[in-house]
């Protein structure tokens, strides 16, 4: 089945700091990804909308100079966490759907990035 | 956007009985989804509901949708401990491929 890769899986980051993370779709192409923020025991809030080949689209309420978005390719999107701060601390994830299987199997999620702020 | 409302937040059995969570959405869905995620990891698709289905099964899983009602029930049936993980519905909109969260449901399954 479709699978999607993200990296690094934990992260720890002094204040001030960039961070990337990394969502690759292994075995599909994936013209759209999409970025989640999970706190603790919370659910997911979308973030933002990745685009192969165009800007990120952002959901009201996320920075969009805080949380650069670049998906350069059909396989890979990046988020970028700029200038870093304690209150950034979160579990980060990203999820792609591969089209070519139809919609009986949903969109698949990356393994998360847990960020950690210092 | 968040728009679904699931119960119970918590919900903690014995292996071998069933689980049954729920969920309710306020606007209109192209389909619903159940995921599930362990402690700490990404979600994983366990089955989907398109709006004009009403029921779907899937192994010891059950899922039902009354679209009168903007609402949709989980079941797992003969539970084990490995089911112990957190539950969620989600929900994208016609011509709208962004997926809403639901708040969890939190199942532990004792041995």
């Known amino acids: 089945g479709a699978v999607v890769s993200q990296h690094p899986s934990r992260v720890i980051c002094k204040s001030g700091t960039s961070v990337k993370i990394e969502c690759r779709s292994l075995?599909?192409?994936?013209?759209?990804m999409f970025w989640y923020r999970q706190f603790p025991k919370q659910s997911l809030m979308l973030m933002a909308t990745?685009?192969?080949?165009?800007?990120?689209?952002?959901e009201q309420g996320v920075e969009k100079d805080k949380f650069l978005i670049n998906h350069a390719s059909l396989t890979l999107s990046t988020l970028t966490v700029t200038s870093a701060h304690p209150e950034d601390s979160s579990f980060y994830i990203c999820?792609?759907?591969?089209?070519?299987?139809?919609?009986?199997?949903?969109?698949?999620f990356g393994s998360g990035t847990r960020l950690t702020v210092v | 956007s968040q728009q679904g409302e699931e119960d119970p937040q918590a919900l903690s059995i014995q292996e071998g009985e069933n689980a049954t969570m729920n969920c309710s959405y306020k606007?209109?869905?192209?389909?619903l989804q159940w995921y599930r995620q362990n402690s700490g990891r990404g979600l994983v698709h366990l089955i989907l509901?398109?709006?004009?289905?009403r029921e779907k099964h899937s192994g010891r899983l059950r899922v039902t949708l009354d679209t009168s009602k903007k609402s949709s029930s989980l079941l797992i049936t003969a539970s084990r401990a490995a089911d112990t993980a957190s539950y969620f519905c989600?929900?994208?909109?016609?011509?709208?491929?962004?997926?809403?969260f639901g708040a969890g449901t939190t199942v532990t399954v004792r041995a």
């Open positions: 999820s792609a759907r591969d089209r070519s299987t139809g919609w009986n199997y949903g969109y698949t």
């Open positions: 075995d599909f192409q994936a013209t759209t």
């Open positions: 990745s685009n192969e080949g165009s800007k990120a689209t952002y």
């Open positions: 606007t209109s869905i192209n389909n």
């Open positions: 509901i398109r709006s004009n289905e």
């Open positions: 989600a929900t994208d909109a016609p011509n709208d491929y962004k997926l809403s």
